[in-house]
Every structure is written in structure tokens, then in C-alpha cells.
């Protein structure tokens, strides 16, 4: 099963993805998202003019071969663009290896551990009354656990509350927003810490102990602002907090777990199974939030979660969507098989990008299950796709109250 053919294809549907698809001598065709957010375009050139070249007249059947040739024959390793490229070159070699053997991809990971994935939504909202709103539409949508993200009084624009964006319409349920230049918004971080805890208490009140809530703190804080949430917390039992502070400082979780228990998710601008050794080794993480398009595909994913089981440590993959229905249906796959799966994060596409990827993956009663068809279950309508072009957008950024951009 020779490779005759490596085309990126670019679409921008509800938002911009970047999709491989690599077909075989045999007339099958495989997809791998290469999506990276407000980057996008440096992802294709690297794809096009550095990976497709390589591909083509080899072995499609040899994933474990291919990703460590492109990951160490490029000697400059690493890096997001890099990993994105890799990523989606692996995730496209698994969709061609499961329908040559006419099984689903998680079949061939060994096979199902669990009926379904429990997945969690993003509701949001500027005052109590539209959070609470929030939430109850996404339980009516099925989802049984809930990212609670709040408006914060005296900010006017902040992550995570998509009613915020500068338009007055929503990109595809996330913060990016088209145009030439980022979007600039505003931060103080002593008001949210006072104001979270608040806000999570209400929400207790109002929905009962039952409900697992989560909390994006986005690497706002220092380590020791990012404790000291962890530690108001507590009493309203979170399924865990979200990259409380910024994940390149690995050190820093040691001083957060020394002062709270309230489970920690850290990895989601990870790009290697590296990124983890000690988080994971240490246990001073509970999560992990890599994401297979940033994090080269299925292979490392697996690998990544095979080491974290010997720690306890779960997975909680990152599944916004900036990642495409390929990426997600990648993880899906590796959800469904590994043991130590914990929770999928799921924000639902548009209509738009739906029409462009045909998708077989299921979400009843708060549980996705990727399908039983060949491969990932996920074919692109390229004629579709090309209705749709390219469309500068980019992620916002912060600046303090004295101008200092800080992290978003």
C-alpha cells in the first residue's frame, strides 16, 4: 500500500481548519487535522513543501516508522508547526490502516474499554443569570458535566465568555475572531481570584453537589495566585481546574499541589510526550490535555496515556473547536480503547463545517462514541471544503490595567 498522493486541503467553514489527505496506490484515501489556531498557514507550507514531498512512495502501513523519520530526520524538532504536521501525517496513516482492515481505529488500539466517553460542555456567561441559563441549555443538550467559565465586574472582555466577542457574533462557539490583527482584551487577576470562588458557589446552590463542574483558569496566574484558587475551590469539589498557571514552568505544580487538592489539568499547548515526563512521573498533574493535532497524532497519544496509567493519571483531551471532526475522532478512537480514559472535552461544530466533514461519531445522553466505520469515520466533501476559503483570524491577547500584555 504505496502512498501516490499527500494534498493539504485549507477550509474555512465556521473557522480555519487544515486537513492531509494522503491517498494509496489501492485508491484509499486517509485524513489527518493539522489545524493550528491563528497559525494555520504555517502549517501548510511545512506540509506542502517539506512533509508531502517525503511521502510519497512509501509504505502507508509503516505509521511507527514514518513518525519517527519525519520527527527525527528533520533534526529541528518539536515545536507546534512541526508536531501539527507530524500529527496529522500519523492520523491519516491510522485512517488508511483501519480501512484497509475494514475495522474502526480503535479496534486495532485493542479494542473498546467502555461503552461511550463522558464528555463536557462550555457554558458561560457575563452575569449569574445568563451562566445559569447556560448551563441548564447545555444539560438540555445531553452534556452531564460543565465547564463554568464567568465574566469577571470591571473586565469588560475576557476568555471563555463567547457573548463577548467584539462583533456581536460568534465564531464558531470560540474566541478567534477574523480580521488582520488580534483583538486586545483585559485582565486583573486579584478580581478574578476574588470573584471565581463566588461564582462557583452560586452555581452549587443553584445545581446541587451532583453535577461535575470544571474551570479554565487559561495560565493567568503565577504559581502561588494559581494555589491559592486551587484552595478556595475545594469546597465546591471541581472535576478539576484547567492550566491554572503556565505550563512551560513544570516546577510551579509542585508548589500548587502543595497547597490544594482540587484535581489539576495541564497540556494542552503540550506538543511531546517529553512535555509530561515529570508532571506525570511527580503526580502533579491528574489530567492530560493533550491534544492529538498539536501533539503528533495518535501514536505519541496512546504512548503518552500508556505512561500515564502507571501514575493514576487520566485523560482529558483537549476537544474545542479549533480542533477539526478529524482531530477529535482521532482522540475518540484513542479514548475508547485506552483504560485510563477520564473526560472528552466536546464543543459542537457549525452547520458549515459539518457539510465538509461527513462524520459518524455519536453524542447521546452526555457520551460520545467515534462509530463503527473503517478508519476514523470522518471523509471530507472537498468540493465543499473549496466553497469555503481561507480567512486571517487570530486568537485575542491581554494587557494588565498599565498596558503589560499578559497571558491569555
Same mark, same amino acid.
Given at each position: 500500500m504505496k502512498?501516490?498522493?499527500?494534498?493539504?486541503?485549507?477550509?474555512?467553514?465556521?473557522?480555519?481548519?487544515?486537513?492531509?489527505k494522503i491517498t494509496t496506490d489501492e485508491g484509499l484515501t486517509g485524513l489527518g487535522d493539522a489545524t493550528l489556531n491563528g497559525r494555520e498557514l504555517a502549517v501548510v507550507s511545512y506540509l506542502r513543501d517539506h512533509v508531502a514531498p517525503l511521502l510519497i512512495g512509501r509504505d502507508a502501513a509503516r505509521i511507527e516508522d514514518t513518525w519517527q523519520f519525519l520527527y527525527r530526520s528533520g533534526y529541528w524538532r518539536r515545536g507546534p508547526v512541526t508536531m501539527a504536521a507530524i500529527g496529522a501525517v500519523d492520523m491519516a496513516l491510522w485512517d488508511l490502516k483501519g480501512k484497509a482492515a475494514g475495522m474502526p481505529v480503535y479496534q486495532l488500539l485493542?479494542?473498546?474499554?467502555?461503552?461511550?466517553?463522558?464528555?463536557?460542555?462550555?457554558?458561560?456567561?457575563?452575569?449569574?443569570?445568563?451562566?445559569?441559563?447556560?448551563?441548564?441549555?447545555?444539560?438540555?443538550?445531553?452534556?452531564?458535566?460543565?465547564?463554568?467559565?464567568?465574566?469577571?465586574?470591571?473586565?469588560?472582555?475576557?476568555?471563555?465568555?463567547?457573548?463577548?466577542?467584539t462583533t456581536g457574533e460568534r465564531y464558531d462557539h470560540e474566541p478567534a475572531q477574523r480580521g488582520a490583527y488580534p483583538a486586545e482584551e483585559d485582565w486583573?487577576?486579584?478580581?478574578?481570584?476574588?470573584?471565581?470562588?463566588?461564582?462557583?458557589?452560586?452555581?452549587?446552590? %443553584?445545581?446541587?453537589?451532583?453535577?461535575?463542574?470544571?474551570?479554565?483558569?487559561?495560565?493567568?496566574?503565577?504559581?502561588?495566585?494559581?494555589?491559592?484558587?486551587?484552595?478556595?475551590?475545594?469546597?465546591?469539589?471541581?472535576?478539576?481546574?484547567?492550566?491554572?498557571?503556565?505550563? %512551560?514552568?513544570?516546577?510551579?505544580?509542585?508548589?500548587?499541589?502543595?497547597?490544594?487538592t482540587?484535581?489539576?489539568?495541564?497540556? %494542552?499547548i503540550f506538543n511531546t510526550v517529553w512535555d509530561f515526563q515529570a508532571l506525570i512521573k511527580e503526580q502533579l498533574i491528574d489530567?492530560?490535555?493533550?491534544?492529538?493535532?498539536?501533539?503528533?497524532?495518535?501514536?505519541?497519544l496512546r504512548k503518552v496515556m500508556d505512561y500515564a496509567a502507571q501514575y493514576q493519571v487520566k485523560s482529558g483531551f483537549h476537544g474545542p473547536t479549533d480542533i477539526s471532526p478529524v482531530g477529535l475522532a482521532a482522540q475518540m478512537h484513542v479514548g475508547l480503547a485506552i483504560h485510563n480514559f477520564g473526560i472528552q472535552e466536546y464543543m459542537q461544530h457549525g452547520a458549515k463545517t459539518n457539510s465538509v466533514f461527513r462524520q459518524s461519531f455519536t453524542f447521546t445522553d452526555g457520551y460520545l462514541h467515534p462509530g463503527d466505520q473503517p478508519g476514523l469515520g470522518v471523509e471530507l466533501d472537498v468540493?465543499?471544503?473549496?466553497?469555503?476559503?481561507?480567512?486571517?483570524?487570530?486568537?485575542?491577547?491581554?494587557?494588565?490595567?498599565?498596558?503589560?500584555?499578559?497571558d491569555w
Amino acid at each position: 500500500m504505496k502512498i501516490i498522493a499527500a494534498d493539504v486541503v485549507v477550509t474555512s467553514p465556521n473557522r480555519n481548519f487544515v486537513t492531509l489527505k494522503i491517498t494509496t496506490d489501492e485508491g484509499l484515501t486517509g485524513l489527518g487535522d493539522a489545524t493550528l489556531n491563528g497559525r494555520e498557514l504555517a502549517v501548510v507550507s511545512y506540509l506542502r513543501d517539506h512533509v508531502a514531498p517525503l511521502l510519497i512512495g512509501r509504505d502507508a502501513a509503516r505509521i511507527e516508522d514514518t513518525w519517527q523519520f519525519l520527527y527525527r530526520s528533520g533534526y529541528w524538532r518539536r515545536g507546534p508547526v512541526t508536531m501539527a504536521a507530524i500529527g496529522a501525517v500519523d492520523m491519516a496513516l491510522w485512517d488508511l490502516k483501519g480501512k484497509a482492515a475494514g475495522m474502526p481505529v480503535y479496534q486495532l488500539l485493542g479494542g473498546a474499554s467502555r461503552d461511550g466517553l463522558m464528555a463536557y460542555g462550555h457554558a458561560s456567561g457575563t452575569t449569574l443569570p445568563e451562566l445559569f441559563d447556560s448551563i441548564r441549555a447545555h444539560q438540555e443538550q445531553g452534556y452531564r458535566s460543565i465547564r463554568v467559565q464567568t465574566g469577571v465586574p470591571g473586565l469588560k472582555a475576557i476568555y471563555g465568555i463567547a457573548a463577548q466577542s467584539t462583533t456581536g457574533e460568534r465564531y464558531d462557539h470560540e474566541p478567534a475572531q477574523r480580521g488582520a490583527y488580534p483583538a486586545e482584551e483585559d485582565w486583573d487577576t486579584r478580581a478574578y481570584l476574588r470573584h471565581v470562588p463566588t461564582v462557583f458557589e452560586a452555581v452549587r446552590n %443553584e445545581f446541587g453537589p451532583d453535577l461535575p463542574l470544571l474551570h479554565d483558569g487559561h495560565h493567568r496566574m503565577t504559581p502561588i495566585q494559581a494555589a491559592k484558587l486551587g484552595k478556595s475551590l475545594e469546597p465546591y469539589d471541581l472535576f478539576w481546574l484547567e492550566d491554572c498557571t503556565p505550563a %512551560e514552568n513544570q516546577e510551579a505544580l509542585r508548589l500548587v499541589r502543595q497547597h490544594t487538592t482540587t484535581p489539576l489539568a495541564i497540556g %494542552e499547548i503540550f506538543n511531546t510526550v517529553w512535555d509530561f515526563q515529570a508532571l506525570i512521573k511527580e503526580q502533579l498533574i491528574d489530567y492530560v490535555r493533550a491534544a492529538s493535532t498539536h501533539f503528533g497524532g495518535i501514536s505519541p497519544l496512546r504512548k503518552v496515556m500508556d505512561y500515564a496509567a502507571q501514575y493514576q493519571v487520566k485523560s482529558g483531551f483537549h476537544g474545542p473547536t479549533d480542533i477539526s471532526p478529524v482531530g477529535l475522532a482521532a482522540q475518540m478512537h484513542v479514548g475508547l480503547a485506552i483504560h485510563n480514559f477520564g473526560i472528552q472535552e466536546y464543543m459542537q461544530h457549525g452547520a458549515k463545517t459539518n457539510s465538509v466533514f461527513r462524520q459518524s461519531f455519536t453524542f447521546t445522553d452526555g457520551y460520545l462514541h467515534p462509530g463503527d466505520q473503517p478508519g476514523l469515520g470522518v471523509e471530507l466533501d472537498v468540493d465543499e471544503a473549496g466553497k469555503y476559503p481561507y480567512e486571517v483570524a487570530y486568537l485575542p491577547y491581554n494587557r494588565l490595567a498599565d498596558g503589560t500584555v499578559h497571558d491569555w
